[in-house]
């Protein structure tokens, strides 16, 4: 009975939930966050809690400009949260495309766009990349049934460990499985963001084309499911 269970969520589990494209998605949180930060002004595009933190030192300390160079991004992150509610809210039933499509088409397309910002446009192209991961973290919730981000590791650590404790206490196979998932994630996230770190270096504001591409690979992997 259990079994069979466990085969009907499996078939239930959309493309856009595997653990595939939940990595490609992460690896793509990673680079965005390392490009940011090291060519947009040292500004977090995902870490909205240390763009808390670093704009809540500089207003304490009457630097409003730079407080400001934080500021912005969280709140272009918050706009992200409502842009991708009324996508899905308004597409949610449509046949002809799936609305999580339509959402990374948005990011793609807003990303590629950033990669021909100078540096005069650094905040602008911070906030956009903010913009794009709200919607990614918004957008992709599940892996394979679980709940976690894609843009961010605090979630997926906590998870992760908590699974992982409850397989020594109890060992139940489900438990492991599920830590693998989100310390799998977390591998991957950190492996975009040392390629994001690497391919700013070479390519500077470009590199996050590298972003745009993995996206991409993402929505090729989601149109394939409907072939």
């Not at 078939?11 to 680079?31: D, N, P, R, Y």
């Not at 090291?38 to 763009?51: L, W």
Request: proline letters at 1%; hydrophobic letters at 50%; aromatic letters at 14%.
């Amino acid at each position: 009975m259990q079994g069979n269970r466990l085969a009907e969520q499996k078939t239930k589990i959309q493309t856009s939930e595997t653990f595939l494209v939940s990595a490609v998605l992460a690896i793509s949180g990673g680079f965005q966050d390392a490009y940011t930060y090291n060519v947009r002004d040292e500004v977090f595009s995902n870490a909205q809690t240390g763009n808390v933190v670093l704009m809540s030192q500089h207003f304490m300390m009457g630097q409003w400009k730079t407080a400001f160079h934080y500021f912005f991004p969280i709140l272009a992150f918050a706009l992200g949260v409502l842009v991708a509610e009324h996508i899905q809210s308004k597409y949610k039933n449509s046949k002809r495309i799936h609305w999580r499509q339509i959402v990374v088409i948005l990011e793609i397309v807003i990303l590629f766009s950033v990669g021909f910002m100078p540096s005069k446009w650094n905040l602008i192209a911070t906030m956009l990349v903010s913009f794009t991961c709200s919607m990614q973290v918004q957008t992709f919730r599940k892996m394979n049934g679980y709940g976690y981000a894609s843009t961010m590791c605090i979630g997926n650590l906590r998870s992760g460990t908590e699974s992982l404790f409850a397989y020594i206490r109890d060992r139940n196979k489900e438990s492991l499985r599920k830590a693998v998932y989100y310390y799998g994630i977390i591998f991957v996230f950190a492996i975009g963001a040392g390629i994001g770190g690497i391919m700013t270096i070479w390519f500077g504001f470009r590199a996050i084309w590298m972003s745009s591409l993995l996206l991409i690979i993402s929505c090729l992997l989601m149109i394939r499911e409907k072939l």
